[in-house]
């Protein structure tokens, strides 16, 4: 479902360590879950994507989980840098027929790095 | 390399005074989204272009229109702006005719404020 507040989930994290953030989804028929990030006053941008039928995905010091059993996905940032500092949204993918596909955006969660 | 440009990033109406914003890709995308993003909340779409196919969400208000005269450029027509719409804009595209049709490219937003 949408998520619906004032106040995003904030995760506090020291330079250097690994950040890990959390996103419960809702569609079990999802074909891609994707991870975008959104710093201030700008668009999402993608940082990387999981196909339904994986359980990890790694990337440049990220790594998706999916859990598909408890819908759950978390993304891991190794080496937490000042520039992670960001909201990030994680997002599921279905396809519509004959209109393409669609993303449902989960909540965010704010990341702020303390140098 | 702007790739989703949206004009004005920022835009003051009044109440009431229709507005049009702005979108355009030099991506080639087949498929052009619009989404609201209010403040400290997820993207929630809109509707969205598959090609020329106009495809509106169940719970988007009749308020919002979108115009897309051509593959690069969308419009979103807000009628009669109440001060709930208030938001940051989002357009986005994507291409159906790859294996990463899921993957979204999204432009920096327009910010609109309703006075």
């Known amino acids: 479902g949408e998520s619906v507040g004032l106040h995003l989930p904030t995760l506090s994290v020291q330079e250097g360590d690994n950040s890990i953030i959390n996103c419960a989804y809702s569609?079990?028929?999802?074909?891609?879950f994707i991870w975008y990030k959104q710093e201030s006053g700008k668009g999402p941008q993608f940082i990387i994507d999981?196909?339904?039928?994986?359980d990890k995905r790694q990337g440049q010091r990220v790594t998706v989980l999916l859990n598909k059993t408890v819908k759950h996905l978390s993304l891991q940032i190794a080496a937490t840098q000042p520039g992670d500092s960001a909201v990030y949204f994680c997002?599921?993918?279905?396809?519509?027929?004959?209109?393409?596909?669609?993303?449902?955006f989960g909540g965010g969660t704010r990341v702020l790095v303390k140098p | 390399d702007a790739m989703v440009i949206q004009n004005p990033r920022y835009q003051v109406t009044q109440f009431g005074k229709p507005v049009t914003l702005s979108c355009s890709q030099t991506?080639?995308?087949?498929?052009m989204y619009w989404y609201q993003q209010k403040s400290s909340q997820a993207p929630k779409l809109l509707f969205h272009?598959?090609?020329?196919?106009?495809?509106n969400e169940a719970d988007t208000p009749d308020n919002f229109q979108s115009r897309r005269p051509n593959t690069s450029f969308c419009f979103l027509d807000i009628r009669s702006p109440g001060l709930g719409d208030a938001a940051m804009y989002l357009c986005?595209?994507?291409?159906?005719?790859?294996?990463?049709?899921?993957?979204?490219?999204f432009g920096p937003g327009t910010r609109l404020t309703v006075t």
């Open positions: 986005a595209t994507s291409s159906f005719f790859t294996d990463r049709s899921y993957e979204q490219y």
């Open positions: 569609n079990s028929a999802s074909d891609y």
């Open positions: 999981i196909r339904s039928n994986m």
């Open positions: 997002a599921e993918n279905n396809r519509i027929k004959a209109a393409g596909n669609k993303l449902t």
């Open positions: 991506l080639n995308h087949n498929v």
């Open positions: 272009y598959y090609d020329k196919d106009f495809n």
